[in-house]
């Protein structure tokens, strides 16, 4: 079955330090997105990507990068972390169709100490 | 500016309580509807959607929706909710912009339902 997997699950980093959360999806969708979730903010865009070499900021994009070398991964860097990137990011991907829904990774959670 | 609004941030329910969710979102064009859960711990899954057709829709584990296009409104309903539908529900919009689509989140409510 087609599926949507984000690694890590868990991590714990320090300020300051550069984080790679991995997306992977088999379901060769176009669209892929990553949110972070808090609570009190719901899901917040943070990048998003429409296609290979395709990316483009959310909402929230500040101190985060994407780069989509391939069709099924859109690793999410954050370039120095800091505390206020403790957060529940949850990856997404859609074929890009307008009557489709996206379907979602299990999620990282993510403390920066 | 595109945004969806959920009116209730925390609902409490008991057991076999009717329940209704509040959604609106402000896009004049065409639109596509959807309800998430994520359940506690979990992922956001889809419980139900509307493309076109019938505004009433089903989705699974019982729940229901009914876009009303005069009211930009999708309100969730189920008419007797269980202690296993405690989770967080999100309302979304995808609308386009453009030449792009873009799914537009509500905040999200949060459902506690007391055996």
């Given at each position: 079955d087609a599926e949507i997997t984000q690694s890590p699950r868990h991590k714990i980093t320090e300020t300051g330090r550069q984080v790679t959360l991995a997306c992977h999806q088999t379901w060769n969708h176009n669209n892929m997105f990553w949110y972070r979730q808090d609570l009190g903010h719901g899901l917040r865009?943070?990048?998003?990507?429409?296609?290979?070499?395709?990316?483009?900021?959310?909402?929230?994009?500040?101190?985060?990068?994407?780069?989509?070398?391939?069709?099924?991964?859109?690793?999410?860097?954050?370039?120095?972390?800091?505390?206020?990137?403790?957060?529940?990011?949850?990856?997404?991907?859609?074929?890009?169709r307008m009557n489709t829904e996206a379907f979602f990774g299990q999620g990282t959670r993510l403390t920066v100490v | 500016a595109q945004s969806v609004s959920q009116h209730n941030h925390h609902v409490i329910l008991s057991e076999a309580a009717s329940l209704e969710l509040g959604c609106n979102y402000s896009y004049g064009g065409?639109?596509?509807?959807?309800?998430?859960?994520?359940?506690?711990?979990?992922?956001?899954?889809?419980?139900?959607?509307?493309?076109s057709g019938?505004?009433?829709?089903?989705?699974?584990?019982?729940?229901?929706?009914?876009?009303?296009?005069?009211?930009?409104?999708?309100?969730?309903?189920?008419?007797?909710v269980q202690w296993s539908d405690t989770a967080e529900y999100f309302c979304a919009v995808n609308a386009y912009a453009g030449n792009n689509r873009k799914l537009i989140w509500g905040l999200g409510t949060s459902l506690a339902v007391n055996p």
């Amino acid at each position: 079955d087609a599926e949507i997997t984000q690694s890590p699950r868990h991590k714990i980093t320090e300020t300051g330090r550069q984080v790679t959360l991995a997306c992977h999806q088999t379901w060769n969708h176009n669209n892929m997105f990553w949110y972070r979730q808090d609570l009190g903010h719901g899901l917040r865009l943070i990048h998003y990507s429409y296609g290979v070499q395709d990316t483009n900021k959310g909402e929230v994009s500040d101190g985060y990068s994407v780069s989509r070398s391939n069709t099924e991964d859109l690793p999410l860097t954050l370039e120095s972390a800091a505390s206020s990137q403790t957060s529940v990011y949850f990856c997404a991907s859609s074929d890009g169709r307008m009557n489709t829904e996206a379907f979602f990774g299990q999620g990282t959670r993510l403390t920066v100490v | 500016a595109q945004s969806v609004s959920q009116h209730n941030h925390h609902v409490i329910l008991s057991e076999a309580a009717s329940l209704e969710l509040g959604c609106n979102y402000s896009y004049g064009g065409t639109v596509n509807l959807f309800w998430y859960v994520q359940y506690p711990g979990q992922h956001l899954q889809l419980l139900l959607k509307y493309f076109s057709g019938d505004p009433l829709v089903k989705g699974i584990k019982g729940f229901e929706a009914e876009f009303i296009k005069s009211k930009f409104s999708f309100n969730l309903r189920k008419p007797s909710v269980q202690w296993s539908d405690t989770a967080e529900y999100f309302c979304a919009v995808n609308a386009y912009a453009g030449n792009n689509r873009k799914l537009i989140w509500g905040l999200g409510t949060s459902l506690a339902v007391n055996p």
